[in-house]
Nanobody
Framework: QAQLKESGGGLVQAGASLRLSCTAS?????????VGWFRQVPGKEREFLAA????????YYEDSVKGRFTISRHSAERTVTLQMNDLRPEDTAIYYC??????????????WGQGTQVTVSS
């Protein structure tokens, strides 16, 4: 029942940084959820990037972005951010956030937002 909205994307040059935000609306108790960031290029599979357990702040990163991307939670704003540094053209994609229950598998993410476009020029 969570309603998520992504924001913060844009057109940037290689080497620049962006911070994406995923904001949850309503009165959903986020302490029960893991919030994940994904990206997808049209026609290709959706790629997992990072996730954070809202309750305890534990984070998980895909090896391909570890060290460049940082996921954080901001309790007062009911928001999870993805700080992306040293962006590269291959980072160009639509970025999505979603939630799953603690103990659920990656295949069980749900409540996808509409996505925010990130375009990185060379």
């Amino acid at each position: 029942q969570a309603q998520l909205k992504e924001s913060g994307g844009g057109l940037v040059q290689a080497g620049a940084s962006l911070r994406l935000s995923c904001t949850a609306s309503g009165r959903t108790l986020l302490s029960y959820y893991v919030v994940g960031w994904f990206r997808q290029v049209p026609g290709k599979e959706r790629e997992f990037l990072a996730a954070i357990d809202w309750s305890v702040g534990l984070t998980y990163y895909e090896d391909s972005v570890k060290g460049r991307f940082t996921i954080s939670r901001h309790s007062a704003e009911r928001t999870v951010t993805l700080q992306m540094n040293d962006l590269r053209p291959e980072d160009t994609a639509i970025y999505y956030c979603a939630v799953k229950g603690r103990g659920q598998t990656r295949d069980e993410y749900r409540s996808w937002g509409q996505g925010t476009q990130v375009t990185v020029s060379s």
